[in-house]
Nanobody, 119 residues
Framework: QVQLVESGGGLVQAGGSLRLSCAAS????????MSWYRQSPGKEREWVAV???????NYADSVKGRFTISRDNAKNTVYLQMDMLKPEDTGVYYC?????????????WGQGTQVTVSS
């Protein structure tokens, strides 16, 4: 069974850093484009970052220069390094997997990890 398990969330002061991890199992990890999304209460879920199966990365404008997505295929894990955190970064962060980055194939979600950035 496919599972995505996020970890690393917590409470941090503005300007601080956190590193999120997403451990995948039950899938051919290396062919999946891996993404991070986040959602705050009353707001739509928004895409944050993506790393392709080939290691290409893209970021939402709101996090460019502050967040870094990476992957370790040997560990079936994707990371999100978050630096210079702001209160508006607060939310539940979700890991997302999509084979070849194509909606022709099933996608998978983790259950999320809470990130809270205090003023």
């Amino acid at each position: 069974q496919v599972q995505l398990v996020e970890s690393g969330g917590g409470l941090v002061q503005a300007g601080g850093s956190l590193r999120l991890s997403c451990a995948a199992s039950g899938m051919h990890f290396s062919i999946n484009h891996m993404s991070w999304y986040r959602q705050s209460p009353g707001k739509e879920r928004e895409w944050v970052a993506v790393i392709s199966s080939g290691g290409n990365t893209n970021y939402a404008d709101s996090v460019k220069g502050r967040f870094t997505i990476s992957r370790d295929n040997a560990k079936n894990t994707v990371y999100l390094q978050m630096d210079m955190l702001k209160p508006e970064d607060t939310g539940v962060y979700y890991c997302h997997a999509q084979q070849y980055g194509s909606s022709r194939y099933p996608a998978y979600w983790g259950q999320g990890t809470q990130v809270t950035v205090s003023s």
